[in-house]
């Protein structure tokens, strides 16, 4: 597989972008290809090599690349107008769309990005307990706002993960495993009535893949609602994914707070929170908490998202299970041929492996994965056409536009890779 406009594009990149990328985790060694275009299921590069892409942006893309629907409805947008700061007719009626879908919902406030809505939901929370501490769980990542850029730790007060983020800042972040009640528990004890909010990845998408153990969620909501703690699902990455109405639909749990990206925006930026009306009306103008954004709510993205909605019905769901189900299962004769006990974890279209034969159900067992031996793996399935994310520690997603012949292919990768390896 040549690669040579790649290399010469990132020899030029890195002079122009820090790393020769605008996000860190595109980068990998020697260098990434450099994309030129995509369409359903593939991704193409400039030295016009195809792959079968579980990329997919890092989840938003799940009705394939460059959706027909989508593609047309966004070029007569367009013609209308990029962005207009005032309100549009199709605010609401996304909105209203988001209230129908999701449990939780009763007020969407939109914005530009997940990390946008997860910063602002976590003010909301403080605004409206009067409290500053937050618990998150050890390795989830709510975006790149200072007060959640924080290492794993033991349940004490988290050290910044990033030069440039002052210790004040993530002093009330208290970290826990997920996955364990035990230890939610005690920290709430510990911090009787100075908690503001728990938030929590409803299925761990940045350590790779990772479900909730059954039961978990329901503890949550419950001890939540007992010590009069704000539940915040970041949905972020599974909001739309698992079901119409998302994780909160899918598991059977209301949060008081729910935020949403990727999927929403039908691949163009967006963010958003939704929740009680209550809490939802605490925000500035109708409330006191300040939230605000030039690009909240532009037609581009708004439209988009009103288009992926259509988009995404029960049998667009049914399909994804089944193909979900096909490649986890295919994986796993793969691993029982070759006498290997690598972890295969997975929900619906989400789905990661890991390089170890330990169960992994929280950030601490996912370390333990041999993250040196998935990189070469990484490797040996691009270079036969199949492009998955560079880390043991994002997820691999799919799509509708992938079809049972690209998966055979992806499996017949794979078992090269392992051989390889």
Avoid: W
């Amino acid at each position: 597989m040549k690669t040579e406009k790649s290399k010469k594009l990132f020899e030029e990149s890195v002079n122009v972008l820090p790393g020769g990328v605008s996000s860190p985790v595109r980068a990998y060694k020697p260098y990434p290809f450099f994309a030129t275009k995509a369409k359903g299921s593939k991704i193409y590069d400039v030295d016009e090599n195809e792959y079968i892409d579980y990329c997919l942006a890092y989840g938003p893309i799940i009705f394939g690349h460059a959706n027909d629907k989508i593609i047309n409805s966004s070029v007569e947008q367009l013609k209308l107008g990029t962005d207009y700061g005032v309100p549009s007719e199709k605010e609401i009626i996304l909105a209203k769309e988001v209230i129908k879908r999701v449990p939780c919902a009763e007020m969407v406030r939109f914005t530009n990005s997940g990390t946008e809505a997860t910063m602002s939901a976590i003010r909301l929370a403080r605004g409206i307990t009067g409290r500053e501490k937050i618990i998150k769980f050890e390795g989830a990542y709510h975006g790149a706002h200072d007060s959640v850029l924080v290492k794993s730790g033991s349940g004490a007060a988290g050290k910044p993960d990033s030069p440039g983020v002052p210790e004040q800042a993530t002093i009330n972040t208290i970290l826990v495993p997920y996955n364990n009640p035990d230890a939610v528990e005690e920290v709430i004890k510990e911090n009787k009535d100075e908690i503001a909010c728990i938030i929590v990845e409803p299925v761990m998408g940045n350590i790779g893949c990772v479900p909730p153990k059954e039961g978990f969620h329901k503890f949550l909501r419950e001890i939540t609602e007992e010590n009069g703690i704000i539940f915040i699902f970041d949905e972020v990455i599974t909001g739309f994914r698992l079901s119409p109405g998302g994780a909160q639909e899918y598991y059977g749990i209301v949060p008081d707070l729910v935020t949403f990206g990727k999927i929403l925006g039908g691949g163009f930026p967006i963010g958003a929170i939704a929740g009680k009306k209550e809490y939802m009306e605490q925000f500035t103008p109708s409330g006191t908490i300040y939230q605000a954004g030039t690009f909240s709510g532009n037609p581009m993205s708004i439209n988009a998202g009103i288009t992926a909605m259509e988009i995404l019905n029960k049998n667009f769901y049914k399909d994804l299970h089944d193909k979900g189900e096909y490649l986890r299962h295919g994986i796993k004769d793969i691993l029982s041929k070759l006498d290997l006990n690598y972890q295969v974890n997975g929900v619906e279209s989400m789905t990661q492996v890991y390089f170890t034969d330990k169960e992994v159900y929280d950030y601490d067992t996912a370390q333990k994965a041999d993250s040196e031996g998935f990189l070469k793996y990484f490797h040996k399935l691009l270079e036969n056409g199949v492009f998955i994310a560079p880390s043991q520690y994002e997820c691999a997603f799919l799509s509708n536009q992938h079809s049972i012949e690209d998966i055979d292919k992806t499996l017949d990768a794979i078992e090269i890779a392992l051989k390889e390896l």
